[in-house]
């Protein structure tokens, strides 16, 4: 495991309110750094561990209060890069999205769900990333949706987490981008089975056997995952 010295050098320690970014190979960086700031000691969160704060530095001594419900949890809007940053440190099976890969989208917007007693003791426990979807042209009234291109549940999160923020996104969506009429997102049979959408109201639509990201004509990143997949809908217009 790294030490904090080189998640110094690697720009891992951050100011309040400076970017959290880190990278899945600094993920495995977790070591509380202890300060005394006037007179108080305080828990500076290092390397991956420090993009679950919103204030890292000055983080105080411990985790405080863990949320027991999800309703305790507020769901707000988060910058493209600490999403992507807190979905590396989360998600199972695609932990890897670059930030420009989402900005570059007619639409996109990302949420965090968090919790805590006070400003500097608020923690990360869920994130989601949308964007215009990826096969956007290949979709009827692609153009009018927005796809759920990663979901990620850290393993202290309450029940229903997912659920809950399903319900509280949806209804933001609809009211930030009202030319949007459709959400879908699809779902890793090798690593779900629906249930968050089944629970959510959303509707299965069709199904797809993983292939390759390469063709003959255009070279792509290795893919994540090729297997077989299922899109699932919501109608926006039709719920709100």
């Known amino acids: 495991m790294s030490g904090i010295a080189t998640a110094a050098t690697q720009g891992l320690i951050h100011l309040a309110g400076s970017p959290q970014v880190i990278t899945p190979r ?50 707000n809007k988060v910058s493209v890069h600490r999403a992507c940053s807190l979905n590396a440190l989360w998600h199972s099976r695609f932990p ?14 990302c949420y965090v769900a968090e919790y805590g007693e006070t400003l500097e003791d608020t923690v990360a426990y869920a994130v989601a990333i949308w964007s215009s979807p990826v ?5 009827n009234g692609g153009e ?33 981008l009202p030319h949007i009429d459709r959400l879908i997102s699809y779902q890793d049979t090798e690593a779900h089975h629906g249930t968050i959408y089944k629970a959510s109201g959303w509707t299965p639509k069709a199904a797809s056997d993983g292939a390759a990201w390469t063709t003959k004509t255009r070279n792509r990143n290795k ?9 699932w809908e919501y109608e926006l217009r039709l719920s709100e």
């Open 26 to 75: 600094s993920a495995a960086v977790l070591r509380p750094l202890n300060l005394i700031v006037s007179g108080v000691q305080k828990m500076a969160y290092t390397g991956a561990d420090s993009v679950r704060v919103s204030m890292p530095l000055f983080h105080s001594g411990g985790r405080g209060s863990s949320p027991t419900s999800a309703l305790q949890l507020l769901v």
């Open 96 to 109: 890897r999205i670059h930030w420009s890969n989402v900005v570059r989208n007619k639409d996109y917007i």
């Open 135 to 139: 096969a956007a042209n290949r979709l």
């Open 144 to 176: 009018a949706m927005l796809e759920l291109r990663r979901m990620a549940i850290s393993d202290d999160a309450p029940k229903n987490t997912a659920s809950r923020m399903l319900s509280i996104m949806r209804k933001d969506i609809a009211k930030r």
């Open 223 to 231: 893919e994540q995952s090729r297997a077989r997949k299922i899109r």
